[in-house]
């Protein structure tokens, strides 16, 4: 709202300044024209002008605002996956995932609830995919990789397929954007089961910041 008044004291100062440099201009004869209607046509067209310029400085306003509120929900994020209930989950599941044992339902439910609200965030639009990617790439497609099955498993079991599927999109995503930036194919962007229990176990020891971890 205190940008919408902004600019409407922005626009209402612009249009009083052309209003008054066109009185100047009829009353010196600056212009040549002497037809009223020259210059309520000039007035209609400083007032377009002035209309699109107005809706331009609000939209980018509003677009930085997002982008601030994106990268503010960012540092959130991360201090909640790295916060003591999700590393505790991570660390408890781990080691399950890497040797092949039964997963665990509430440390793999909190981790994946977590990737389900994240995905929800960029999906929506609030959250830029480029942050998303940068901060939580290789997370995402390690733990979709290992808990995918589960999932599946889950879906069949309660006869709900929307399960975690917004989570199932954001690895999608991020497999695509991982491809693009190398600028490899998506059968070779996909994750090895090697490259998934070496960051596995990276997952058992120090927790490390995620920005930059998109390997």
């Known amino acids: 709202m205190d940008r919408l008044k902004q600019a409407i004291t922005i626009g209402g100062g612009i249009v009083i300044a052309v209003l008054i440099m066109l009185a100047i201009a009829e009353i010196t004869g600056w212009l040549p024209h002497s037809d009223d209607k020259y ?3 000039l007035t209609g067209v400083a007032t377009l002008i002035l209309a699109v310029g107005t809706l331009g400085f609000m939209w980018s306003q509003n677009s930085a605002s997002r982008r601030v509120a994106g990268f503010q929900m960012m540092i959130q994020l991360d201090a909640q996956y790295n916060g003591e209930q999700l590393r505790a989950a991570r660390n408890e599941l781990a080691p399950l995932l890497i040797g092949r044992n039964n997963v665990l339902a509430k440390p ?5 609830d977590f ?3 994240l995905a929800c965030y960029t999906r929506a639009g609030h959250l830029d995919l480029m942050l998303v990617s940068n901060g939580f790439s290789l997370p995402v497609r390690c733990y979709w990789e290992s808990l995918k099955n589960y999932v ?3 879906r069949n079991s309660y006869g709900d397929s929307s399960l975690y599927e917004h989570v199932e999109w954001l690895n999608g995503k991020l497999v695509g954007a991982y491809a693009r930036e190398g600028n490899i194919d998506l059968l070779r962007a996909t994750l090895t089961r090697e490259r998934v229990d070496q960051f596995l176990r990276s997952e058992t020891t120090t927790v490390v910041p995620l920005c930059g971890k998109n390997v």
Do not use: P, T
């Not at 793999?108 to 994946?112: D, G, M, S």
């Open 39 to 41: 210059y309520i046509a």
């Open 108 to 112: 793999a439910e909190e981790i994946l």
């Open 115 to 117: 990737f389900e609200m």
């Open 152 to 154: 599946h498993e889950m």
